[in-house]
């Protein structure tokens, strides 16, 4: 008997990746607020890294480094309280997405960023007595280089240089940069081997599993390419509970802004008692999100906009009759429309599922048709123009989340 084995092995590999975002503070605050500049999507990010990874890699998060800062304003001991409560914050909002283990951590506070406000100075050539106030800046730096003491009171002192011409222009234009926390995580991109793709070996390879360690510093920052997006699918239960079967899909297109759009087609008929009920039609939105849970998250929330509705229709249950649009015409044959504007609010009930209510005020128009049934055949009466101002929109939408990072993180889900 004979015995054929094909030994097949792969190299584990890992690759150390640093990741960094800045994240911004409003002035004199340590509240972590998503609205400002681009403070969500950065978050998204980082949460996405440490939830997943990518597809064909698998993450191991090595150390996370925070580092709280503030504008050089105010008192010493505020800004290192406000620095060390940023950090806290910051740390605090990862914890959410999974168990991170003291020895990962590192927290460093700058207090009030000499540094970093040289740099901006360094960088922009619009500061007024831009090389004096280098200088200057230096200057303070060298003398805290043991501790900022409160007596030394450089603030004071920048405030009146040069009249204070240098410091209003930083105070308007460099002091928001530095009100801001650094968030660092260095993580291992380990190759997922269950994503590898076959190899045809003419030869069997040996197996090496060590993994050599990667020195932390210094290392390049590179981004996650992994980026949020936001998309829902929906089905109307006012329709469905009167047996319209509709669809419809919402896109998040970024600065709180979705287009969504709409469509139902039912088609029943019963030619002995002349029962028939055929309508079709859809609408489009623009929605403009806003309140505090559209600030934590895409899709959820207030929303209001324009929207624009078109549809055709045919009712009639034994009696007289009524069509919408041309006889026998489809969409495009002077369907009713109506046009308007719409509020609503989606309310999380699920990990991936909302629940949304919208109201839509507008005016409708079109051209119908009025009819008897009579022998088998349907006898026009009259033909009447349809104008009407007031509710033309009524949604109680089952949504369902889809995307990465479009979860709701605080129903039916894990945290």
Known sequence: MAVLCLVVSYRVTAQTTCDSVKIYFRQAYSTLDLSI????????RIADSLEGGYADSIYQLRRIVVIGGASPEGSVPLNIR??????????????????????????????????????????????????????????????????EREADNNVGRLSRFMGGEPYRYMYRHLFPELRASRLILWYDRIW????????????????????????LNPLPVTPVPNKPFYMAVKSNLLYDAALVPNVGVEFYLGANL?????????WWTHRSND?????????????????????????TGHHVGPYLQTLTYDFETGGRGYIGGVPGGDIFDKANCAAGIEYGYSLPIGRRLNLDFTIGLGYLWGTYYEYLPQ???YVWQATKKRQFFGPTKAEVSLVWLIGRGNVNREKGGKR
């Open 375 to 377: 022998d088998g055949c």
């Open 258 to 266: 979705s287009v969504a759009a709409n469509w139902m087609y039912a």
């Open 37 to 44: 500049r681009n403070n969500r999507e950065a978050l998204d």
């Open 192 to 215: 997922n081997p269950r994503k590898v793709q076959p190899l045809e070996l003419s030869a069997p390879l040996s197996v090496d599993l060590k993994m050599q360690p990667t020195s």
């Open 275 to 299: 029962w028939f009920w055929r309508i079709y039609g859809g609408d489009v939105a623009l929605r403009w999100w806003f309140g505090r849970a559209a600030k934590e998250k895409p899709l």
């Open 82 to 147: 406000l620095s060390e409560k940023r950090a806290d914050r910051l740390f605090g909002y990862l914890s959410k997405y999974g168990d991170l283990p003291d020895s990962l951590k590192e927290v460093r506070h700058l207090g009030r960023d000499w540094q970093g406000l040289l740099a901006l100075v360094e960088a922009d050539p619009k500061v007024p007595y831009r090389e004096q106030t280098i200088e200057f800046l230096k200057e303070i730096i060298a003398r805290s280089v043991n501790g």
